[in-house]
């Protein structure tokens, strides 16, 4: 029992890296981002992280030979998906006249107001970073279906405990960059993104 919560926190750990690199770009962009948004972003990413296992597994046990011919198209709609919105944020980067109006958004966002913009591209960013996680259903091939739920959930605590850690982080950076420089959160952020994307694409 204890070999296996160890492995599946290794493993959770492993596939939230991406979520928690993204956790930073919304600790960037929203430096006074209150406690519950942050609850929402790493709890999104944290269902994501459980669900995607999940469905692999049902996947490698219902319909194998398809789940194997889409896998190959895993690490290119992460890359496509995190390649768009990086560029979207370089874009807005350029609309942003100070850093004072960045402190201003970041106020306005703070105070909960949840778009359902805002809503989609979380989605966007949740699948983006988490699909990899499809190929773990591989990997628990042989488990029984509690088993397979029990790691998924594992796997998910691990990432909301991580990507909290990282919006954390990035709000703590965000607030020094919002206070030297025009948009430069957006611009890190948005680089941050496409980088995420070529290391899925080149190294999946």
């Not at 690490?75 to 995190?82: N, R």
């Not at 306005?108 to 913009?117: I, K, L, M, N, P």
């Not at 966007?124 to 279906?145: K, Y």
């Not at 405990?161 to 965000?174: E, S, T, V, W």
């Amino acid at each position: 029992m204890l070999q296996f919560i160890f492995n599946s926190i290794l493993c959770g750990t492993g596939l939230a890296m991406d979520a928690f690199s993204v956790s930073i770009v919304h600790g960037l962009e929203e430096p006074l981002m209150k406690r519950k948004t942050a609850v929402i972003i790493a709890g999104v990413f944290a269902l994501f992280q459980f669900f995607m296992p999940v469905t692999g597994w049902f996947f490698i046990h219902t319909a194998a030979s398809r789940f194997a011919a889409f896998q190959r198209l895993v690490p290119w709609i992460a890359f496509v998906l995190l390649l768009f919105l990086g560029i979207r944020m370089l874009l807005e980067a350029r609309k942003k006249k100070d850093g004072q109006e960045l402190m201003e958004e970041a106020a306005a966002d703070s105070a909960g107001q949840v778009t359902r913009g805002w809503a989609a591209e979380l989605a966007v960013q949740a699948v983006a970073t988490s699909i990899d996680a499809l190929s773990v259903g591989f990997i628990m091939a042989s488990f029984d279906l509690v088993s397979a739920i029990a790691e998924s959930v594992i796997i998910g605590l691990v990432t909301f405990i991580i990507c909290l850690a990282g919006i954390r982080a990035g709000k703590a950076f965000g607030l020094k960059l919002a206070a030297k420089a025009a948009s430069a959160a957006s611009i890190v952020g948005g680089l941050i993104l496409i980088f995420i994307g070529f290391k899925i694409l080149l190294f999946p």
